[in-house]
């Protein structure tokens, strides 16, 4: 008793880790400890001016200053390039720093790893660098940290080791999140409430998010106990936002009332829990990766459900700043809600059966249903021999925000069955969708097709090939009818959106420009190069066709622009409706975020141009 007296004592006059460390055994508490993190610099959400951005940073950092909060903030420098506001966000970043916030690397466009090739990630993160870099080199810091866009680690440990081992070159540590208090759900209903000038609805969902907060910090700490027998340096999730700037003072006063203190995330991942040996898990919660390891299961509470009920609506609702429409729909942590909320999802549907394989699709069906929906088919990119179609949900989305059917297809690849395998494949799941339009409220004459790389090449072949394709012949038919004569059903396609495909294979097997991802495709077959000129879209250009579309980087060297520019000259000469997006000193793919945002601005209107966009979706 004695003993405790005295280190109560001590504890007081702040000696706590002499005393911790000999209290251990009579299991008296250790101290409470957290690290906090600020994500999505310099803001997370619906965007709005840099007048209002500034405002909103300068009561995060008073906060900070007031409680002498060690933070390290997560910048997406994507979003410092809003026209004709860069340097004024620049200048918000440099207030973070200055404000003796370290600035660590989110990636520059929020991208998720999950459905994006490493390369392209690594991409991402090093041009998610250029501006923070330079503001701390002039203060003789550099970048210390990273932070899993999504909280999404690499598929497998292998691709994520290798992503690891890559910034660790760079000297980046990645920084992993134990606490998350959802500000950027609890966001949506307050920035709801403040459009509608409802304070007292913005009075309420503060209190609520504050009393979710502390719910969610005992049920951590409750979880890290049971984990690991005792307390561990917690790392606190928040988000640059409106509803984080008017709450912090609240935030971190509830949570020294708790008896935490703050600590930076250098001291946090200096517990040795961060090298708790683990299962794999592909995220960067820690406490679900803890005990997945231990083959448990967590429960953690949930925000109110006035607020978490509306939450995937208002997400569709928000009101974007002007131009950034589609960066909304692609925007920070929004993905999970199209789906989950609004669709039924039937994964896996086998829609043909070819060489002992079983050919899949994915469908996700807007849960209305009443009229016939527009339907997206997306085939996914790789070369013909890579990829598959579920590191493509990525790009469902903009569409899936439309409301609209999705139907994300698998085909064969080069190590399977080579060219016209995939061809073929993709026919027949244009087929399997006319067939089964009624069942599934597919409406056949709004049936647009899109894809990547190989799969803008899919998707223009499989629109442009004509009725009755030889390609078409080992399609599945509908029950019975293999028997009888003209049973083919009418496909139809309303337009298609390219991006950066292949338009004529046949420049790329053989000759200056070969690559070897085609010469893969067709392998050591003695007709190859009559077959791909039968595969070339650009052998199909002629009156009638459906309209297309085409984005293209104008230094991609993996398939040459200038195959988008003939396709797009001969469709013009044969007045096919066309338009060719050029992305000027872009290269295959990895566009920045900006890019996307006008690309699908684009798109939108050149669907609704076609009529392919219903009255409230435009
Ligand atoms: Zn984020």
Redesign the pocket.
Same mark, same amino acid.
């Given at each position: 008793m004695r003993r405790k007296l005295l280190c109560l004592a001590i504890l007081i006059v702040g000696l706590a880790p002499i005393c911790s460390v000999g209290l251990q055994a009579q299991t008296v508490t250790q101290p409470k400890e957290v690290a906090v993190t600020i &994500?999505?610099l310099p803001l %997370?959400g619906p965007q709005f001016d840099a007048g209002r951005l500034r405002a909103m940073t300068d009561k995060i950092l008073a906060a900070v200053n007031k409680h002498q909060i060690p933070v390290v903030g $997560?910048v %997406?420098e994507s979003l410092l390039h809003v026209s004709g506001e860069t340097e004024a966000r620049i200048m918000i970043l440099k207030a973070w720093s200055d404000g003796g916030v370290e600035l660590g690397n #989110?990636t520059f466009s #929020?991208l998720g790893l999950k459905d994006a090739p490493l390369n392209e990630y690594q991409d991402d993160f090093l041009r998610g660098e250029v501006v923070t870099r330079w503001l701390l080199k002039q203060k003789g810091q550099r970048i210390r940290y990273f932070?899993h866009? $999504?909280l999404q680690m690499g598929p497998t440990r292998e691709i994520e080791q290798s992503f690891e081992s890559f910034i660790a070159e760079r000297g980046y540590k990645i920084a992993p999140v134990t606490v998350d208090v959802m500000d950027w759900m609890i966001l949506s209903a307050y920035a709801g409430a403040r459009t509608q000038g409802d304070s007292e609805m913005m009075k309420r969902v503060s209190e609520e998010y504050l009393k979710f907060a502390e719910r969610k910090f005992e049920f951590c700490e409750q979880a890290a106990n049971d984990l690991f027998g005792h307390p561990i340096k917690h790392i606190l999730l928040l #988000?640059a936002n409106e509803l984080t700037a008017d709450n912090l003072d609240g935030l971190a006063a509830m949570l020294k009332n708790k008896g935490y203190r703050f600590i930076t995330l250098e001291q946090a991942l200096k517990d040795p829990v961060y090298q708790a040996p683990d299962k794999y898990l592909a995220s960067s919660d820690w406490l679900g990766h803890w005990a997945f390891s231990k083959g448990k299961k967590l429960a953690p509470p949930m925000p109110p459900d006035f607020i978490r009920k509306p939450y995937p609506d208002n997400q569709k609702k928000a009101t974007p700043a002007p131009g950034s429409e589609q960066a909304q729909a692609l925007g920070? &942590?929004k993905w999970p809600d199209y789906a989950s909320a609004d669709y039924d999802i039937l994964p896996n549907i086998t829609y043909s059966v070819a060489n002992n394989t079983e050919l899949k699709l994915d469908l996700y069906l807007p849960k209305n249903r009443s009229a016939p929906n527009p339907t997206l088919m997306l085939f996914h990119g790789g070369g013909w021999v890579d990829g598959q179609k579920e590191r493509n949900v990525f790009q469902l989305l903009p569409y899936l925000s439309l409301g609209w059917a999705v139907i994300n297809v698998e085909y064969r690849l080069a190590r399977n069955t080579p060219a016209p395998a995939a061809v073929e494949d993709c026919r027949c799941a244009l087929r399997w969708v006319t067939y089964h339009a009624k069942e599934y409220s597919l409406d056949t004459s709004k049936i647009v097709l899109t894809g990547t790389s190989a799969g803008g090449h899919l998707s223009l072949i499989t629109g442009m090939l004509p009725a009755q394709s030889v390609f078409d012949r080992q399609c599945p038919t509908d029950s019975g009818t293999r028997w009888r004569e003209g049973t083919e059903p009418k496909t139809n396609v309303a337009a298609i959106i390219n991006w950066y495909g292949i338009t004529d294979v046949a420049e790329l097997i053989d000759g200056p420009n070969a690559k070897h991802y085609a010469m893969e495709w067709f392998g050591s077959m003695s007709n190859r190069e009559e077959l791909a000129r039968q595969l070339s879209p650009i052998s199909y250009v002629r009156a009638g066709l459906p309209p297309i579309l085409t984005i293209h980087g104008d230094q991609d060297d993996i398939v040459p622009y200038n195959q988008a520019v003939r396709l797009h000259a001969a469709l013009d000469k044969a007045g096919a409706p066309n338009q060719l997006v050029t992305l000027r000193g872009r290269k295959h793919g990895g566009f920045n975020r900006q890019d996307l945002v006008n690309s699908y601005a684009v798109i939108r209107e050149f669907l609704r141009k076609h009529n392919l966009l219903n009255a409230e979706q435009r």
């Amino acid at each position: 008793m004695r003993r405790k007296l005295l280190c109560l004592a001590i504890l007081i006059v702040g000696l706590a880790p002499i005393c911790s460390v000999g209290l251990q055994a009579q299991t008296v508490t250790q101290p409470k400890e957290v690290a906090v993190t600020i &994500d999505d610099l310099p803001l %997370n959400g619906p965007q709005f001016d840099a007048g209002r951005l500034r405002a909103m940073t300068d009561k995060i950092l008073a906060a900070v200053n007031k409680h002498q909060i060690p933070v390290v903030g $997560f910048v %997406n420098e994507s979003l410092l390039h809003v026209s004709g506001e860069t340097e004024a966000r620049i200048m918000i970043l440099k207030a973070w720093s200055d404000g003796g916030v370290e600035l660590g690397n #989110h990636t520059f466009s #929020h991208l998720g790893l999950k459905d994006a090739p490493l390369n392209e990630y690594q991409d991402d993160f090093l041009r998610g660098e250029v501006v923070t870099r330079w503001l701390l080199k002039q203060k003789g810091q550099r970048i210390r940290y990273f932070r899993h866009p $999504f909280l999404q680690m690499g598929p497998t440990r292998e691709i994520e080791q290798s992503f690891e081992s890559f910034i660790a070159e760079r000297g980046y540590k990645i920084a992993p999140v134990t606490v998350d208090v959802m500000d950027w759900m609890i966001l949506s209903a307050y920035a709801g409430a403040r459009t509608q000038g409802d304070s007292e609805m913005m009075k309420r969902v503060s209190e609520e998010y504050l009393k979710f907060a502390e719910r969610k910090f005992e049920f951590c700490e409750q979880a890290a106990n049971d984990l690991f027998g005792h307390p561990i340096k917690h790392i606190l999730l928040l #988000h640059a936002n409106e509803l984080t700037a008017d709450n912090l003072d609240g935030l971190a006063a509830m949570l020294k009332n708790k008896g935490y203190r703050f600590i930076t995330l250098e001291q946090a991942l200096k517990d040795p829990v961060y090298q708790a040996p683990d299962k794999y898990l592909a995220s960067s919660d820690w406490l679900g990766h803890w005990a997945f390891s231990k083959g448990k299961k967590l429960a953690p509470p949930m925000p109110p459900d006035f607020i978490r009920k509306p939450y995937p609506d208002n997400q569709k609702k928000a009101t974007p700043a002007p131009g950034s429409e589609q960066a909304q729909a692609l925007g920070p &942590d929004k993905w999970p809600d199209y789906a989950s909320a609004d669709y039924d999802i039937l994964p896996n549907i086998t829609y043909s059966v070819a060489n002992n394989t079983e050919l899949k699709l994915d469908l996700y069906l807007p849960k209305n249903r009443s009229a016939p929906n527009p339907t997206l088919m997306l085939f996914h990119g790789g070369g013909w021999v890579d990829g598959q179609k579920e590191r493509n949900v990525f790009q469902l989305l903009p569409y899936l925000s439309l409301g609209w059917a999705v139907i994300n297809v698998e085909y064969r690849l080069a190590r399977n069955t080579p060219a016209p395998a995939a061809v073929e494949d993709c026919r027949c799941a244009l087929r399997w969708v006319t067939y089964h339009a009624k069942e599934y409220s597919l409406d056949t004459s709004k049936i647009v097709l899109t894809g990547t790389s190989a799969g803008g090449h899919l998707s223009l072949i499989t629109g442009m090939l004509p009725a009755q394709s030889v390609f078409d012949r080992q399609c599945p038919t509908d029950s019975g009818t293999r028997w009888r004569e003209g049973t083919e059903p009418k496909t139809n396609v309303a337009a298609i959106i390219n991006w950066y495909g292949i338009t004529d294979v046949a420049e790329l097997i053989d000759g200056p420009n070969a690559k070897h991802y085609a010469m893969e495709w067709f392998g050591s077959m003695s007709n190859r190069e009559e077959l791909a000129r039968q595969l070339s879209p650009i052998s199909y250009v002629r009156a009638g066709l459906p309209p297309i579309l085409t984005i293209h980087g104008d230094q991609d060297d993996i398939v040459p622009y200038n195959q988008a520019v003939r396709l797009h000259a001969a469709l013009d000469k044969a007045g096919a409706p066309n338009q060719l997006v050029t992305l000027r000193g872009r290269k295959h793919g990895g566009f920045n975020r900006q890019d996307l945002v006008n690309s699908y601005a684009v798109i939108r209107e050149f669907l609704r141009k076609h009529n392919l966009l219903n009255a409230e979706q435009r």
